[in-house]
């Protein structure tokens, strides 16, 4: 049996962060005045901007870029692979795809993000599961997301 301990590895920390264990963050760069919770993993070539918060249990995979002032719910699940060639990419990062938040962007609970834009100012309800690009701010919800209304 292989054991594995939570860790953090290799992470740029900007200044008055915030970490709950258990945590997996590795080779990644986290603002200031960020808050992390418990039971989060963050990948290589995360980019998190300033005082943006990841509440427990979310999972941020590699090449996801969060603006600044962002709110990233419980249970928040980031992917990368699209299956494009109709199966899992597993290592071959060369399939991923990029995930890029704004700034003010608010992520409700049990969300899922694929690939995607979504800008500033945005608000992403509760579960709601965002498969294209989100360009004018608004509040979005549904599966597949779909506006809601202006902000």
Same mark, same amino acid.
């Given at each position: 049996?292989?054991?594995y301990?939570?860790?953090?590895r290799k992470?740029?920390?900007g200044?008055?962060?915030?970490i709950?264990?258990?945590?997996?963050?590795?080779?990644c760069?986290i603002?200031?005045?960020?808050?992390?919770?418990p039971f989060?993993?963050?990948?290589n070539?995360v980019?998190i %901007?300033?005082?943006t918060?990841?509440?427990s249990h979310?999972? *941020?995979c590699e090449?996801?870029? @969060? $603006?600044?002032?962002c709110f =990233?719910?419980?249970?928040?699940?980031?992917?990368?692979?699209?299956?494009?060639?109709?199966?899992?990419? %597993?290592?071959d990062?060369?399939q991923w795809?990029?995930?890029k *938040?704004?700034?003010?962007v608010? @992520? $409700?609970?049990?969300?899922? =993000?694929?690939?995607?834009?979504?800008?500033d100012?945005?608000?992403?309800?509760?579960?709601a599961?965002v498969t294209?690009?989100i360009?004018?701010k608004?509040?979005?919800a549904?599966?597949p997301?779909r506006?809601?209304?202006?902000?």
């Open positions: 049996m292989k054991e301990q939570s860790q953090v992470v740029s920390f200044t008055g962060c915030t709950v264990h258990p945590v997996n963050i590795y080779e760069e603002g200031d005045s960020c808050f992390v919770g989060v993993e963050i990948q070539n980019l %901007g300033d005082r918060k990841v509440q979310s999972f *941020i090449m996801v870029h @969060i $603006g600044n002032d =990233i719910g419980h249970g928040v699940m980031f992917i990368n692979d699209v299956f494009s060639k109709g199966k899992p990419a %597993g290592g990062s060369t795809k990029k995930t *938040i704004g700034n003010n608010s @992520i $409700g609970s049990n969300a899922t =993000i694929l690939p995607v834009e979504i800008a100012e945005t608000v992403i309800g509760a579960g599961v294209k690009d360009l004018t608004g509040v979005y549904g599966n997301a506006k809601l209304r202006d902000l």
